[in-house]
């Protein structure tokens, strides 16, 4: 029974470090959806994008190496050198920031007042742009993202728990770093949202687009921050997800995960896209671990949408969104 239990204390520990990874995609999800009222769909891609960009800036490699090997018969891959690492995180998010420019510039510029469903859509069709822009641009192939994060089981976890518990936890050290960036990142942002005179102005501009243009507020200036903090948190979730299991286009699919941890935590909060994360993190792991085995296993696969369906019945704003009442 005793070490039934260990193991189960360690399955919510993994499950809390997953939960992590979750509430970091979330939360460019939430950012966006503060400034524009709509589900950005392109969140996951926008990870995806910025793990490939950071991969071939890291590697030296040349963009659209394979276009333009088609078109002039030539036989580029790589410039024949490599960036440090930090170099190569600045530049990445240099190329986020200029994304956001483009993005507000040749979309968002146009659509000014039009209804939800409308930005929503056009979400949809950036995410499948940039999905085939970066096949474009840097190849479909699986890539290895090596930043320098510590990774493999935690000795010193391990040996602590050993000696309380009489069995080693098997902590990942990624897990472990994702979850101290996750936690200073969220409290960045926190305050950013609750203490800053742009993060006041973005909720005005998600309440009304005409109204805050109204009080002076500019809308282009908004949606351009908004898109470069929501690029680099895709840039940091990118980097965790893709050093844990390699850069490839299957990562825009954690964007399917992260649907469940907003409906918990709520799409208007920064604290309960990180408050549904390790909700849904530690849910899925606990349940597999004790109901699994009775039905069979595989519980992962639908835990989390099952209860997002129920939070959806009974409490549709999440844990810690607004309450919408408009009056007809």
């Known amino acids: 029974m005793m070490d039934q239990l260990v193991f189960a204390a360690e399955v919510f520990m993994n499950g809390l470090m997953t939960g992590v990874m979750y509430a970091l995609v979330a939360l460019g999800f939430v950012l966006i959806f503060k400034a524009s009222g709509v589900f950005n769909y392109a969140q996951g891609v926008l990870a995806l994008f910025a793990a ?3 991969v071939g800036i890291q590697q030296g490699q040349v963009p659209f190496a394979h276009l333009i090997n088609s078109i002039f018969g030539t036989h580029l891959e790589y410039f024949g050198w490599t960036v440090p690492v930090v170099l190569a995180i600045l530049l990445a998010g240099a190329v986020m920031v200029l994304l956001a420019f483009l993005v507000e510039k040749l979309v968002l510029q146009h659509l000014v007042g039009q209804e939800p469903i409308i930005l929503f859509m056009a979400t949809i069709g950036l995410a499948y742009f940039l ?4 096949d474009v641009m840097w190849g479909a192939d699986i890539k290895n993202l090596d930043v320098g994060l510590p990774q493999g089981i935690s000795e010193s976890i391990e040996s602590v728990s050993a000696n309380w518990f009489g069995y080693g936890f098997f902590i990942d050290r990624l897990d472990i770093w994702a979850a101290i960036i996750a ?3 969220v409290t960045a942002l926190v305050a950013f949202a609750q203490y800053t005179k742009q993060g006041r102005a973005m909720r005005a501009v998600a309440d009304d687009h005409q109204a805050a243009l109204s009080v002076g507020i ?5 949606w351009v921050m908004v898109w470069s903090i929501a690029g680099f948190v895709a840039l940091v979730a990118g980097i965790m997800w893709g050093t844990k299991s390699g850069v ?9 995960k992260a649907l469940p941890v907003l409906m918990l935590g709520g799409f208007t909060s920064i604290p309960g896209a990180i408050a549904g994360g390790l909700i849904i993190g530690v849910g899925e792991k606990m349940f597999e671990f004790f109901i699994g085995p009775m039905i069979g296993g595989a519980t992962e696969n639908w835990f989390a949408y099952v209860l997002a369906l129920l939070f959806l019945v009974f409490r549709p704003q999440g844990l810690f969104g607004e ?4 009056r007809v």
Do not use: D, P, V
Request: charge should be neutral.
């Open 183 to 185: 936690a200073l990142l």
């Open 248 to 256: 490839q286009f299957s990562l825009s699919l954690i964007a399917l």
């Open 218 to 222: 500019s809308l282009r200036f908004i």
């Open 323 to 326: 309450r919408i009442i408009e």
């Open 52 to 54: 490939l960009t950071l």
């Open 131 to 134: 999905e085939g822009l970066g």
